[in-house]
């Protein structure tokens, strides 16, 4: 019984060391994976706006996935409406 009150100290502690030692890298890791999704968005999307993409046979599949998240990539990415000619999400 001791024991398995040790041990449930250890790992509540382990998890306050592991939450204070991350904190200062979170905003650097989410911008990080923010840059990475919008590289990605554009590399899906980059045929429908004029820029060959020689992977489009495999990036096509993933459009429709992606469509929701559309808007909020071009507003992030600095365009205030659509940049694709037959798709208006604004």
Request: charged share 25%; hydrophobic share 45%; net charge negative.
């Amino acid at each position: 019984m001791k024991f398995d009150a040790v041990k449930a100290w250890f790992r509540q502690a382990n998890f306050y060391v592991e939450e204070v030692y991350n904190a200062p890298y979170r905003s650097a890791i989410a911008r990080a994976q923010r840059e990475q999704d919008d590289l990605f968005m554009l590399l899906i999307f980059s045929e429908m706006m004029g820029v060959p993409n020689p992977a489009s046979y495999y990036t096509l599949e993933l459009q429709p996935l992606l469509m929701e998240r559309f808007h909020d990539w071009h507003l992030r990415m600095g365009m205030e409406h659509s940049p694709l000619d037959n798709f208006k999400c604004c």
